[in-house]
């Protein structure tokens, strides 16, 4: 969820992702991830108050094509 800087501490992230928590609780999912930059404090408060909690990091990277003719 991206809120822009001018429409920020007013709530918004936690309203939209409650919605769409909301929606997927109703599919009856059983587990329900995200990503967040470890540094992205403000969006990791708003997941902790909806009952997300760390569990791994995640790494993110460019993958490159394996070159399958060699010499």
Known sequence: V???RSHR?????KM????????????RLETIVLNVKET?????????SLGFASYCR??????????RHRA
């Open 58 to 67: 995640f790494y993110e990277g460019v993958a490159s094509p394996i070159n």
């Open 2 to 4: 991206y809120t822009r």
């Open 9 to 13: 501490s007013r709530g918004l992230a």
């Open 40 to 48: 992205n404090y403000a969006a990791i408060k708003v997941y902790e």
């Open 16 to 27: 939209v992702t409650s919605a769409v928590l909301t929606k997927l609780h109703q599919l």
